[in-house]
């Protein structure tokens, strides 16, 4: 299957700072990638969409000001927690879509785990 | 209603024995259907897909779709204790690229 990368794969900071996350599609190319939350024990919940050149698409009760997405090329996307707090401490997922010959599915980069302190 | 819901589990079985993974759906328009195991603290990862009503086969698993009662199933053949995980069935509806996941079920394959 397609390989997709995060950095980090863990970050712990202080309250108030912000994180930013990386995805990158390593042999593919995906005008779409998909950001994650998942807390301990329950599934992964989709917070946006993010489109290579466009901005992102956020789900209900997402705030778009606190979570930045930036889809700036085919290979990659990043998301900014902007002063993270402890409540922003789970796990982030990122997602690319493969698309072409027949297929149309997402890969899952290996996550990041963020612990705000 | 849940869009997609899978029972929690544990599922229990032996080793060497087939799992069942059984889920459902609420959107009569979805069109793609995915397979994903987690194992805790890891990411998902792709096990099978499947499109068309009928089964699909690829290697120890079988996804079967039936769109009229809006049900997916993955069956695992030849348990082994390392596909002990938790399995989450993913949904995708028409014209769109959301897919919505389920809460999972968790197999235990049993030595």
Redesign the interface.
């Known amino acids: 299957?397609a390989v997709v990368s995060q950095h980090p794969s863990r970050v712990i900071c202080k309250s108030g700072t912000s994180v930013k996350i990386e995805c990158r599609s390593l042999d593919f190319q995906a005008t779409?990638m998909?950001w994650y939350r998942q807390f301990p024990k329950?599934?992964?919940m989709?917070m946006a969409?993010s489109n290579e050149g466009s901005k992102a698409t956020y789900e209900q009760g997402v705030e778009k000001d606190k979570f930045l997405i930036n889809h700036a090329s085919l290979t990659l996307s990043t998301l900014t927690v902007t002063s993270a707090h402890p409540e922003d401490s789970s796990?982030y997922?990122c997602s690319a879509?493969a698309t072409g010959q027949g297929?149309?599915?997402?890969?899952?980069?290996?996550?990041t785990?963020l612990t705000v302190l | 209603q849940k869009e997609v819901e899978q029972n929690s589990g544990p599922l229990s079985v032996p080793e060497g024995a087939i799992a069942s993974l059984n889920c459902t759906y609420s959107d009569r328009g979805s069109q793609s259907f995915f397979w994903y195991r987690q194992y805790s603290g890891k990411s998902p990862e792709l096990i099978m897909f499947i499109y068309s009503n009928g089964d699909k086969e690829d290697g120890r698993f079988t996804a079967q779709l039936n769109k009229a009662s809006q049900y997916v199933s993955l069956l695992i053949r030849d348990s082994q204790p390392s596909d002990s995980a938790t399995y989450l069935c993913a949904v995708r509806g028409g014209g769109y690229q959301k897919v919505t996941f389920g809460t999972g079920t968790k197999l235990q394959v049993i030595p």
């Not at chain 1, 297929?103 to 996550?111: N, S, W, Y």
């Open positions: 299957g779409t998909f329950q599934s992964l989709l969409t796990f997922i879509r297929i149309d599915e997402q890969f899952f980069g290996p996550g785990r």
